[in-house]
């Protein structure tokens, strides 16, 4: 479909409770079908639990469970169980995917100057750029310890970042909380989103894939029922180091930027942790490859490339309900 994307509003009399609040450095928008304190109450729950993995992973405090782990290295570290959790779901995608998902990336990220938001100048540039070909690359496997009766962790000797993760996370515990009393319900944490029931309009939940050259126009409108979706996209996150242009999307095989030729990558799966892993890894196949990795492993999946272009697998097509032209 080509034309201007449809447009939910919130004057909509089925809109229901809105509320949005700020979390794990995004903007969190909870949408209900109902009102009143119960609703209110609801958001309320959701915002403790994002504060809570907040406080659990977050690598920007020095005296965080996560931040204490990393500095323990190869020993034995007790942490709360959120912390717990969240190092074991990474573990586990770090195994399904083969290695492609790779927490420890971090040390990659530091070496080409760039240690997350709050490392970035006002202009979106790193506050310390070095030459990429100084980073590290990952030799050895992760093989990090869970010792769920004492909730413990060894990290091993790479520290791990949990923030792409660890918001999925809590977006899909966030949605269970959610659906112990709502049936429609729109979970949006800065495009990690979780959509439950049939929306406002009865069909699904529309929701706009970001255009990564232009914030203020949809690539394409998706229409989701009980489903997940989440967006991996260097639109922000790029910059120079060593007079070569970089992005934050390392793959681990090589220790650089990877996903050659690609803007962004959009997925779609029934778990907001696992549509943010699989946007990572697929994304890091690159322009060339991306078509037949996604079709190959049945991924609901939207990309956009460098040069503009759209591209769409054969899952993703039935989700898509327009365009840009």
């Not at 089925?14 to 903007?27: E, I, N, P």
């Not at 570290?77 to 990474?90: F, G, K, N, Q, S």
């Not at 529309?206 to 260097?234: F, H, K, Y």
Request: hydrophobic share 40%; proline share 7%; net charge negative.
């Amino acid at each position: 479909m080509s034309g201007s994307p449809p447009v939910a509003t919130d004057s909509d009399p089925q809109a229901g409770h809105l509320s949005t609040f700020r979390a794990m450095a995004s903007d969190i928008t909870v949408r209900l079908d109902g009102s009143g304190p119960e609703a209110a109450s609801a958001v309320g729950a959701v915002e403790e639990l994002f504060r809570a993995v907040e406080r659990a992973c977050t690598r920007f405090d020095p005296a965080s469970p996560l931040m204490q782990a990393n500095a323990a290295g190869d020993r034995w570290c007790t942490v709360p169980r959120l912390c717990l959790d969240a190092i074991d779901e990474a573990w586990q995608a770090h195994r399904r995917s083969g290695g492609l998902f790779d927490p420890r990336v971090l040390t990659v990220l530091h070496d080409l100057g760039y240690a997350g938001i709050r490392s970035f100048t006002d202009d979106g540039l790193p506050t310390n750029p070095a030459d990429p070909a100084s980073a590290v690359t990952l030799r050895e496997p992760w093989l990090p310890r869970i010792d769920r009766e004492r909730n413990a962790v060894r990290i091993g000797r790479e520290p791990i970042d949990l923030g792409g993760i660890g918001k999925g996370l809590a977006v899909r515990w966030a949605g269970r909380l959610l659906a112990e009393s709502y049936r429609n319900f729109l979970l949006d944490a800065g495009g990690d989103c979780l959509l439950s029931g049939v929306g406002p309009s009865g069909l699904g939940w529309e929701v706009g894939v970001e255009n990564p050259t232009d914030a203020t126009l949809p690539v394409a409108v998706l229409q989701l029922r009980d489903l997940a979706c989440a967006t991996s996209s260097i639109r922000i996150r790029r910059w120079v180091a060593g007079g070569q242009p970089v992005h934050h999307l390392i793959d681990p095989r090589t220790g650089r930027p990877g996903g050659a030729g690609l803007l962004a990558v959009t997925v779609v799966e029934r778990d907001p942790a696992d549509a943010e892993v699989a946007s990572k890894t697929l994304f890091l196949s690159g322009a060339a490859r991306i078509a037949d990795h996604a079709a190959e492993d049945r991924v609901a999946a939207l990309w956009v490339g460098v040069d503009g272009d759209v591209g769409i697998s054969p899952r993703m097509e039935p989700l898509v309900i327009w365009r840009a032209a």
